[in-house]
């Protein structure tokens, strides 16, 4: 009678087990994702006007977004990114609207912290594909801080302004299940109405090199 | 697996430090501004081309603050550069030199006179580290700091001395130029920087030169 008490207490403890167990490996028993957290690393080469007042790339960046799954291959959120952008000219010779003519280094800087609705297509490869290509875009605003300098004499500007980003990405699966990790790579097309100095419309190119999370 | 974010962001944040300020070489640098005067429907260079000869005023003008000191004489390098650039040698814009001083009030028998004066100017900054934290507007006086430094501006100035045609009249300026943060506090006895700035604002000046 004991022994079935022991055998009874030992299987209820055991299938009681099983769903902290199931639980537990969320990792690796997989279901659709629903949502997507991305954190990345991005690089940025201004374009246009933008490239004239600093010709450089961008190598200080950061981007965080959230996705929602709508359906199966559409998702909508919100990105945060920023990016700072800056050239040092060791002679710069201008002429000035009066017929003077100045020579000096100068120094241009730029920060857009940038804010935006996002909407994405997840082209269909297949639940075991490793590989999943994407394309979006981001709608929203930017805040843009601007500065120059040369010797001691600074002059900034800066604004809110209206920013627009198509992406094309691909998502790489490393990990796969419950929740999922992916290598995130994507380029943006950064249009801005952000103008300043000479700039209008800034815009630029991104790259993101990011990690995806998704559950 | 385990994944730290947070490595990240400290990273990033570190990295977002970086490029807000402008090198040394812009913050210790120099600027050179030159204009001629105004020609209306012809080129600077028509002003300059009649012009012979220039006189250069071997004394040095010298404002600090707003108050004017005693004028100075000018440094050796400065003038071997300005008649270098001005005289007849190669290189030069083909003017002749006189050298005989007319004397308080006296003027010069030259087509034009170069004259230079020396601007110091202390700038003063202060800066806080203020902010608000609920209702309450701190600042941290631990955090302050305040101090002062002098820039040394060069005017350059080329005046008319004579009546050369329509244009060039006696008292007129001809020529100015500005050599900002040339002369730091280490003042007149070391000028490299002048000399530089000098040569800058002769090469961004080709129209100086005469027939």
Known sequence: MNRTYVCAALAAVALAAWPASAQSSGWTEYRPAKTLFTMGYQMSQPLGNFHDYIGSSSFRGFTFDWRSMLSKNFSGGLRFNWNRYNESYSNVTETTTGGGTVTGPTFHYADQFAIQAIGHYYFDTGSESRFVPFLGIGLGGVWSNTYQQTIDLGVSQSGFYFITTPEAGLLINLAKGGTSAALHLSVLYNFTTASFRNVSNAQAITETLGLSFSY | ?211
């Open chain 2, 1 to 211: 697996m385990k994944l730290r974010p947070w490595f990240l962001l400290a990273a990033v944040a570190a990295a977002s430090c970086g490029g807000y300020d402008a090198p040394d070489e812009v913050t210790f640098g120099q600027l050179v501004y030159t204009q001629p005067a105004p020609t209306p429907g012809g080129q600077p260079s028509d002003l300059f081309k009649p012009l012979t000869s220039y006189y250069l005023d071997p004394s040095l003008e010298v404002w600090k603050d707003g108050q004017q000191q005693l004028p100075q004489a000018l440094p050796s390098s400065t003038v071997t550069t300005i008649t270098t650039r001005m005289g007849t040698g190669t290189g030069g814009f083909g003017y002749t030199q006189q050298t005989n001083n007319p004397g308080p009030g006296g003027v010069p028998n030259a087509d034009v006179g170069l004259r230079l004066a020396y601007i110091q100017t202390t700038q003063a900054y202060y800066y806080n580290y203020c902010s608000i934290y609920w209702a309450y507007y701190y600042c941290y006086p631990g955090w302050a700091y305040a101090g002062s430094y002098t820039t040394g501006t060069v005017l350059v100035q080329m005046v008319g001395l004579k009546t050369i045609g329509t244009v060039v009249t006696p008292g007129k300026a001809l020529w100015v130029s500005a050599l900002y943060s040339v002369l730091g506090s280490a003042g007149l006895e070391n000028a490299p920087r002048l000399t530089s700035a000098l040569n800058q604002a002769f090469d961004q000046s080709p129209y100086l030169k005469t027939n």
